[in-house]
Nanobody, 129 residues
Framework: QLQLVESGGGLVQPGGSLRLSCTAS????????IGWFRQAPGKERVGVGC????????NGTNAVKGRFTVSRDIASRSVYLQMNSLQPEDTAVYYC??????????????????????WGQGTQVTVSS
């Protein structure tokens, strides 16, 4: 069973960048499709980028296209979310999770959160001046 732990969140000024890490244990990372999601207070959990087990990056919500990029390093057992040009509306708790149905490798945008499991504990990102 793959277990995931997010890290790298914090406070950043508008226009800044952050890289979040999702570190895996318990199973080979390359056997799983992984998604990054975010959830702001009072809002639903939304996909911001995914990566298939074959290493193909997949877009998330339109709000982050061109600014957020997902990558992975098998040797480090980590999936990364590079976030650029951050804005206050990007403030949220960011999570990584496992696609339990294998849809990620078959689509052009991240599957919705209901198909994911093994959620990490989340890491807070706050964009504010």
């Amino acid at each position: 069973q793959l277990q995931l732990v997010e890290s790298g969140g914090g406070l950043v000024q508008p226009g800044g960048s952050l890289r979040l890490s999702c570190t895996a244990s318990g199973a080979p990372l390359e056997n799983y499709d992984i998604g990054w999601f975010r959830q702001a207070p009072g809002k639903e959990r939304v996909g911001v980028g995914c990566i298939s087990k074959r290493g193909r990056s997949i877009n998330g919500t339109n709000a982050v296209k061109g600014r957020f990029t997902v990558s992975r390093d098998i040797a480090s057992r980590s999936v990364y979310l590079q976030m650029n040009s951050l804005q206050p509306e990007d403030t949220a708790v960011y999570y990584c999770a496992v696609d339990q149905y294998g849809y990620t490798g078959k689509v052009t945008s991240c599957p919705v959160a209901m198909y994911f499991g093994s959620w990490g504990q989340g890491t807070q990102v706050t964009v504010s001046s």
